[in-house]
C-alpha cells in the first residue's frame, strides 16, 4: 500500500485532528481539529512531516506519487470554495505555510496569494470588484515569492516600495492606488528578471512546487538551525506543509487581520490579548512593519490609544471573535494563540495554537485553571516549562531609582535589563561571548536575528506590535523586550539611535523595563523578586507530588539563605576550596603547602582551623536541622600558590620565606593534568592532616550550632574523588577519628555520614565495594562526564557546538545528563551500591542537578536527591515534580 502524505481538512471534511500534531505538524493539527468542532477554517491540505523526512533522504527530490495527492488537495480546495487554481476569470488563491511538531515563530518561511500571475490578477480584480486589492496581492506575492522561494534580496524590493511612495509623498502603503500597484508590479519583475536572471513564474502549479519546496527548505535554514539548538528541537522531526485556500484581510475598511490570545500571555490576566489591523494581510500584523491596533476598548482606552479598537471598529465580528476565544480555550483546555483574518465582514480561524507565554503569565494561567477546574493540579504543574522560572528569579528595576527615560514604548516582554547598546545580531553575540552584556537595538527583528536576540539581555525596537517577532521570540526566551518605540530614529549605518536631539551610541550604556516599555540611558538599579501568590501555590502543588528531595550547591551563608528562601532542603555540596581562596587566608594556606614537613603543616592548619569552624558555623545555622554535604578540599595544591614574578615576592613578604624557595616548591607542585593529578582524596592520604583539620572544624561548628539552637545539623563528610575501596576507608578513619576526639571534648555527639563523591569510571564500576566503606554516594556529574567522555569541560566549547549540530550529542553533555554514557554508570553505581548497602543515600550535585532532562534520569534512576545552585532550586522542584507524574503516568 502507498505510504499517504496528504491530508485534508474543511468544508465538512477533517482528516486528522489534534493528537496527530508529529505526522501533521501543529498547525496542520489543530486546523483539522478546528474544522472538526464547526469552526469557520478555509478548506486547505497538509502534507505531512513525514514527507519532509523523505524530502530530506531522496536529496530534496519529490515522489511522483505527491504530485497526484497534492493534485487531490488541490481539488478538495477547489470543490468547497467554487473556484479553480490558475483560472482566469475568478482564481483560487492559496497560502503555503510551514508548521513543525512545536511552535517555531518566524524561524520557516511562508507564501501568500499564490497563484496571481498577470492572467488571473485580472480575473480577481473583476472578481473582487476592487482593482487596487488585486494588484496590492499580486505585489506581495511577487516580493514574498521572490525573498522566500527565489532567495533575492528582500531589501531591493523594499527600497522601491520606499522611493514609489516617497515620489507620490505618501507615509502609508494603502495611500497607493491601483495604478500605482500596477507600476510597481512592472518594476519588481523587471527586478527579479535582473536578478534571478528568468521572467517571474507564470505557471501557478510551478509557483506551488516552488513554495512547498521552499518550505520544506527552511527547515534547515540557519534560523531554523539556531531555534532547535536552543531550544533542544530534534532536527530528524521535519516541518509539515500547509496549503490553504487565501481569505483575504485587504480587501477595504470590513476586512482586517489579527493575532490574539485568549489570555494576557505577559501577565496572565484572563482578559482577551491581540492586536488586529484593518485592511491588512497578516505579514503586516507579525513582521512589523505597521503598528497594530487593539483589540479590546479597554486595552486601548488603557494604553490612551487613538485608533479604534477592533471590539468598537467591527463589533459583531468580535463578537463571534470573543465567542470563538472561549469555544477554543474550553476545547483545548489552555490558553490559545490565534490567527484570524475577516474579509467583507465574514470572520475566518487560520491558526490556532498553545500560547507562548511568560513565566508569571504560565503561573497565574496554569494555577487559574485549575482553580476554575479546567485542569487538575497535576495538569498545572506540567504546564509550566521548569526552566521558564528563570525569569521569575532575578531582580527588577527597583522603582525608587531614579530614571533617565529616554522614550517609550510598548511593554513587550517583562523583565528588565541594562546594557551596551548594539545594532546587529552578530556584534551582540561577539560582545555577549566576551562577557559583556548587551541590548540588542533594531527597527525590526527578523527570524535572521535569533543568534544575536538570545545573547542579548534584552531587546529593543522602533517598530512592531506585542505580537511582532521580536515580541514573540523574546517571551519565549525569556527575555525583556520593548517594541514599537516609534520615537526612535536608528541608523544601523552610523551605530547610533536618536529621540529628538538625543543620541545614544554603540556601547553606550541602556535599560529597558519589558513591564513598562521605558527606555532609559544608563543604569539602573534593581530589587530582588518577591516569590509568593501563584509560584508560591504552584511550588506547593508540586512539592506534595515530587518525591525526590532538591539541595543546593553552596558554601556561603547567603547561598544557603538564598537556596533555603528558594526551598531547597539541605546543602547537597560545599566546596571548602573556596574557603581557602580568601584573602585573610591565603597567608595560612600558602605556609601550610610551602611547609617542609608535617610539624610546618599542622602549624599552619592551626591557624586555619578556627577560619574552617567559623565558616562552617556560619553555614549550618542557616541549614540548621538540614543536611548539609561537605566536600573536604579537592584542588591540586598548586592552585593557591603565586604564578606571576609580583606576587611570588607579596608571598614571600607575607611568609618570611626565600622567592626561591618559594618558587622551587610551585615547580615541584606543578602538574602536567592537574584534573587528573594529586588532588582530592589523594591529598588526604599524602597529607591526612589536611582532612583531620577540616573533619575536626565541621564537628566543633555542628556542635556549637546544636547547643546554640537546640536544632543540630547534618554533617555528611564527602570524600572526593575516591577511585578505590582503600582510598575511602582510609579517609573515613580520618574523619571518624576526629569526630571521636571532638565529641570527647564536647560531651556530646551528633549524627554525620562519610561517603564519597563518584566522579571517577572505576568508582562507578567498583561501587559495590565503595560501598562498604561510604554511607552515601554524591555523583559529582560534571568530572564524571569529563572523564567518561575524556573531554576537557574548560576546553570542549572549542568544538562541542559542532557536535551538537552535527547530532553526535543531542544536548551539550555538560549541560543536560548524557544518559547513554554517564547515565549508565550513574544507573549501575547506584544498583551495586545499593546491592551492598540497601539503605545508602544517592543524589547528584553537579550542574546537571539544576537541568530538568537530567532531572528526569533521577527520577527513572530512584535517587534520593539533587542539588543545583540556589537559582535553580525552585526550577528542580518543579522539574522533579513532573518527572514523577510522568513516572506514575
Not at 118 to 132: I, K, P, Q
Not at 169 to 185: I, K, M
Not at 312 to 331: G, I, M, N, R, S
Not at 448 to 457: L, N, P, Q, T
Request: proline content about 4%; some cysteine.
Amino acid at each position: 500500500m502507498t505510504q499517504r502524505y496528504v491530508y485534508r481538512f474543511g468544508g465538512g471534511v477533517s482528516d486528522g485532528g489534534k493528537g496527530d500534531k508529529n505526522l501533521l505538524g501543529g498547525k496542520g493539527a489543530n486546523l483539522a481539529e478546528m474544522a472538526s468542532i464547526d469552526l469557520p477554517v478555509p478548506p486547505g491540505f497538509t502534507i505531512s512531516t513525514e514527507m519532509c523526512t523523505r524530502y530530506y533522504e531522496e536529496g530534496e527530490r519529490f515522489p511522483d506519487s505527491l504530485k497526484a495527492e497534492v493534485a487531490e488537495g488541490i481539488a478538495h480546495i477547489e470543490q468547497v470554495t467554487g473556484k479553480r487554481f490558475g483560472d482566469a476569470a475568478d482564481p483560487l488563491l492559496v497560502s503555503v505555510r510551514s508548521g513543525a511538531r512545536v511552535s517555531m515563530p518566524g524561524m520557516m518561511d511562508t507564501v501568500l496569494n499564490l497563484g496571481l500571475n498577470d492572467r488571473t490578477v485580472e480575473g480577481l480584480a473583476a472578481a473582487s470588484g476592487n482593482e487596487r486589492f488585486a494588484w496590492d496581492s499580486y505585489r506581495r506575492f511577487i516580493q514574498m515569492y521572490s525573498d522566500v522561494v527565489l532567495e533575492l534580496d528582500h531589501g531591493a524590493f523594499e527600497e522601491a516600495l520606499e522611493i514609489a511612495k516617497e515620489d507620490r509623498g505618501y507615509t502609508l502603503d494603502t495611500e497607493l492606488s491601483a495604478a500605482d500597484w500596477r507600476e510597481l508590479v512592472a518594476e519588481y519583475k523587471g527586478l527579479v528578471e535582473k536578478e534571478w536572471g528568468k521572467p517571474f513564474p507564470q505557471d501557478v502549479h510551478d509557483q506551488l512546487w516552488g513554495a512547498v519546496g521552499a518550505v520544506f527548505g527552511s527547515w534547515q535554514s540557519e534560523r531554523a538551525k539556531v531555534y532547535r539548538r536552543l531550544n533542544h528541537i530534534p532536527g530528524d522531526w521535519g516541518t509539515a506543509v500547509n496549503v490553504q485556500a487565501m481569505v483575504f484581510g485587504n480587501m477595504g475598511d470590513t476586512s482586517a487581520t489579527g493575532v490574539a490570545f485568549t489570555r494576557d500571555p505577559s501577565k496572565g490576566d484572563r482578559a482577551y490579548y491581540g492586536e488586529f489591523l484593518i485592511n491588512a494581510q497578516g505579514e503586516d500584523v507579525v513582521a512589523g512593519i505597521r503598528t497594530p491596533q487593539y483589540l479590546t476598548k479597554a486595552a486601548r482606552e488603557e494604553a490612551g490609544a487613538k485608533p479604534l479598537s477592533m471590539e468598537e471598529a467591527l463589533p459583531q465580528v468580535y463578537t463571534e471573535l470573543a465567542a470563538v476565544f472561549d469555544k477554543l480555550e474550553t476545547h483545548y483546555r489552555d490558553m490559545q494563540d490565534i490567527e484570524f483574518t475577516v474579509e467583507r465582514g465574514k470572520l475566518w480561524m487560520l491558526q490556532t495554537r498553545s500560547g507562548k507565554r511568560t513565566a508569571k503569565a504560565a503561573l497565574k494561567i496554569a494555577v487559574e485553571m485549575a482553580s476554575e477546574g479546567l485542569i487538575t493540579r497535576e495538569e498545572a504543574i506540567t504546564r509550566v516549562e521548569p526552566q521558564a522560572l528563570d525569569q521569575l528569579l532575578h531582580p527588577t528595576l527597583d522603582p525608587n531609582a531614579a530614571r533617565d527615560v529616554l522614550t517609550k514604548g510598548l511593554p513587550a516582554s517583562p523583565g528588565a535589563a541594562s546594557g551596551l547598546v548594539v545594532f546587529d545580531a552578530d556584534t551582540a553575540e561577539r560582545m555577549a561571548a566576551d562577557g559583556k552584556a548587551v541590548i540588542l537595538v533594531r527597527t525590526e527583528t527578523s527570524p535572521e536575528d535569533i543568534h544575536g536576540m538570545h545573547a542579548a539581555k534584552g531587546i529593543l525596537t522602533a517598530r512592531g506590535g506585542m505580537t511582532s517577532h521580536a515580541a514573540v521570540v523574546a517571551r519565549g526566551m525569556g527575555r525583556p523586550c520593548v517594541s514599537g518605540a516609534g520615537s526612535l530614529s536608528i541608523s544601523a549605518k552610523d551605530k547610533v539611535l536618536r529621540v529628538g536631539a538625543r543620541e545614544v551610541r554603540e556601547g553606550d550604556m541602556l535599560t529597558i523595563d519589558g513591564a513598562t516599555g521605558e527606555v532609559m540611558v544608563g543604569e539602573v538599579a534593581t530589587i530582588q523578586p518577591e516569590l509568593a501568590g501563584d509560584f508560591g501555590t504552584l511550588m506547593e502543588w508540586a512539592d506534595e507530588v515530587r518525591r525526590l528531595k532538591v539541595r543546593a550547591n553552596a558554601e556561603t551563608p547567603l547561598d544557603c539563605r538564598t537556596a533555603r528562601d528558594f526551598g531547597a532542603e539541605g546543602v547537597g555540596l560545599c566546596r571548602t576550596e573556596h574557603m581557602f581562596f580568601d584573602a585573610a587566608r591565603i597567608t595560612a594556606v600558602r605556609q601550610m603547602i610551602l611547609a617542609e614537613d608535617e610539624a610546618g603543616r599542622r602549624a599552619a592548619l592551626e591557624k586555619l582551623l578556627p577560619e574552617q569552624r567559623a565558616d562552617f558555623t556560619a553555614i549550618f545555622e542557616v541549614m540548621a536541622g538540614l543536611p548539609v554535604t561537605v566536600r573536604l578540599l579537592d584542588p591540586p595544591l598548586h592552585e593557591f600558590l603565586p604564578h606571576e614574578e609580583n606576587e611570588f615576592a607579596e608571598v614571600a613578604t607575607a611568609t618570611g620565606l626565600p622567592i626561591d624557595q618559594l618558587k622551587r616548591r610551585a615547580a615541584e607542585l606543578h602538574e602536567f593534568n592537574p584534573m587528573l593529578g594529586h588532588r582530592g582524596c589523594r591529598l588526604g592520604v599524602t597529607y591526612p592532616e589536611i582532612y583531620e583539620t577540616q573533619a575536626r572544624a565541621i564537628f566543633e561548628a555542628a556542635i556549637d550550632v546544636a547547643e546554640k539552637s537546640g536544632e543540630a545539623p547534618i554533617p555528611e563528610v564527602m570524600i572526593p574523588l575516591v577511585g578505590t575501596k582503600r582510598e575511602l576507608e582510609l579517609m573515613k578513619t580520618v574523619v571518624d577519628t576526629a569526630a571521636r576526639e571532638v565529641f570527647a571534648e564536647r560531651g556530646r555527639t551528633i549524627e554525620y555520614l562519610v561517603g564519597t563523591m563518584i566522579e571517577l569510571p572505576r568508582a562507578a564500576l567498583r561501587a559495590g565495594e565503595i560501598a562498604e566503606a561510604g554511607e552515601f554516594f554524591s555523583f559529582g556529574t560534571n568530572d564524571l562526564t569529563q572523564t567518561t567522555l575524556g573531554v576537557s569541560r574548560d576546553d570542549a566549547s572549542r568544538f562541542l557546538g559542532a557536535y551538537v549540530e552535527k547530532g553526535i550529542y543531542a544536548r551539550d553533555p555538560f549541560v543536560s545528563l548524557d544518559v547513554e554514557g554517564v547515565g549508565e554508570l550513574v544507573e549501575l553505581a547506584a544498583e551495586r551500591g545499593r546491592q551492598t548497602r540497601p539503605n545508602i543515600k544517592l543524589g547528584i550535585c553537579g550542574e546537571h542537578g539544576g537541568d530538568p532532562a537530567s532531572i528526569a534520569f533521577c527520577e527513572q534512576v530512584g535517587l534520593d536527591y539533587v542539588s543545583a545552585s540556589p537559582y535553580r532550586v525552585p526550577i528542580a522542584r518543579l522539574a522533579a515534580a513532573q518527572a514523577a507524574l510522568k513516572a506514575r503516568a
